[in-house]
């Protein structure tokens, strides 16, 4: 059973506070959709969970254990975590990206074994980047290089997949792609916890969403539960000239 537990922590970028005594849990087998304006705090919060930013007061706790006590290997074969974007150093094969994915599991200096290429080579598949294997970042498309984070993520093989806005580089066919990807991940057991944009995909996926606005959590509970109209007006400040479907679509009707 997987759970991740968020107690009261408090996270600044030096005078900035992005939040102040924040809590929440997250259960075995949830998918959840972060959602909220720009700059409410959702990305910090994933890299907070990911213990790439040091939070301050309280604590994070995965599976009843504190992240600060995790070895590095140890909680990357935990959690693993998506970024928005991906800053090259260096300049490698998408095959060697998704490779990255499996250091938790290596001993130091060791080759990939034979395992490690089968895997490699099924998240290639899985992610439709097997022709794009030998490719190096560098050539990339937007779109391609979100794909090739999703399938290192994915061979990292962690119960817990963190996501920032993996969609925002995607067209729509892609975007189902990867969304029918990480549902399937779902349903064997892979906690998915993702910052969207699109209120109709996460009601079309998500089990759960959480609302967040300036570093507070404004709602956290089933999907259609938190998507309401009454929510997404609070949350986003929006007008009655705003018609917000059932389905998720916003639309303006006055200019």
Not at 47 to 58: A, D, E, S, V, W
Not at 161 to 169: F, V
Not at 219 to 243: G, M, Q, W, Y
Request: proline share 3%; net charge negative.
């Amino acid at each position: 059973m997987n759970t991740v537990n968020i107690e009261h922590i408090a996270f600044a970028y030096g005078k900035e506070q992005i939040f102040q005594d924040l809590s929440a849990d997250f259960a075995d087998c949830e998918f959840c959709a972060l959602m909220g304006p720009n700059g409410s705090g959702k990305s910090t919060l994933l890299k907070c969970i990911g213990r790439m930013l040091p939070f301050t007061n309280g604590d994070i706790k995965v599976n009843g254990k504190s992240i600060q006590e995790y070895e590095s290997t140890e909680l990357a074969k935990l959690v693993s975590y998506v970024p928005q974007h991906q800053d090259n150093v260096f300049d490698v094969s998408v095959y060697d990206l998704v490779m990255m994915g499996l250091y938790p599991y290596q001993k130091k200096w060791q080759g990939a074994s034979a395992q490690d290429d089968r895997i490699v080579r099924e998240m290639l598949d899985r992610c439709n980047l097997t022709h794009l294997s030998s490719r190096l970042l560098s050539e990339l498309s937007g779109g391609e290089m979100q794909r090739a984070l999703i399938a290192r993520a994915m061979a990292q093989q962690t119960p817990i997949m963190l996501l920032d806005e993996p969609l925002s580089n995607l067209d729509v066919a892609h975007r189902y792609e990867i969304m029918d990807i990480l549902a399937k991940l779902n349903r064997q057991g892979v906690m998915i916890l993702i910052i969207l944009h699109d209120f109709s995909i996460a009601l079309e996926y998500a089990t759960h969403a959480m609302l967040m606005q300036d570093g507070k959590i404004l709602n956290h509970d089933v999907i259609k539960a938190v998507l309401s109209p009454e929510n997404l007006r609070n949350c986003f400040h929006l007008t009655e000239d705003f018609v917000i479907t059932e389905e998720g679509n916003i639309f303006k009707t006055k200019q």
